[in-house]
């Protein structure tokens, strides 16, 4: 049995409530990602994404310089521990239709990001991130 811990990306750059949405969106060009831990301290407390920035940011008309992280992030964040095993942790990708899942200490601390690429690139879980990629790439049917 593999753990996220064995594929996870280590040393991720996360925003603080009080950043900008600029300085979210430079990490995510610099790391070439479409979201972002939010922290406090190393606690991870929300979760920002490209699309979080458009939508609730640009597409208003506000100034992405002047918004600051916490207006716009996701406060209910899916995060996994370091011991949980790859299965379970695509298992939770499809459910919760995410691409990246923070993984977090006992006390939420950051210890690093598992992303579906990370899945992928173990050729034994190939098809189960495929169908975790399948079930996130689904429209929400409750959306209208």
Same mark, same amino acid.
């Given at each position: 049995m593999k753990t996220v811990s064995e594929i996870m990306t280590k040393n991720v750059q996360f925003c603080t409530t009080h950043e900008s949405l600029t300085t979210a969106a430079k990490i995510m060009r610099d790391v070439d990602c479409g %979201?972002?831990?939010v922290c406090d301290s190393n606690r991870v407390i929300g979760m920002i994404t490209d699309?979080?920035?458009v939508?609730?940011?640009?597409?208003?008309?506000? *100034?992405? %310089?002047?918004?600051?992280?916490? *207006?716009?992030m996701t406060h209910d964040v899916v995060t996994c521990s370091p011991d949980t095993d790859v299965h379970e942790?695509?298992? $939770?990708?499809?459910?919760?239709? #995410?691409?990246?899942i923070p993984v977090v200490d006992d006390n939420g601390n950051l210890m690093g990001i598992c992303a579906i690429g990370d899945l992928a690139q173990e050729n034994i879980f190939v098809n189960e991130a495929g169908?975790? $990629? %399948? *079930? #996130? %790439?689904?429209?929400?049917?409750?959306r209208h």
């Open positions: %979201s972002v831990p699309r979080d920035i939508i609730k940011c640009i597409a208003e008309g506000n *100034d992405a %310089s002047q918004v600051h992280c916490h *207006d716009v942790c695509a298992r $939770l990708m499809a459910q919760h239709q #995410i691409r990246r169908e975790a $990629l %399948s *079930d #996130i %790439s689904e429209p929400d049917k409750y």
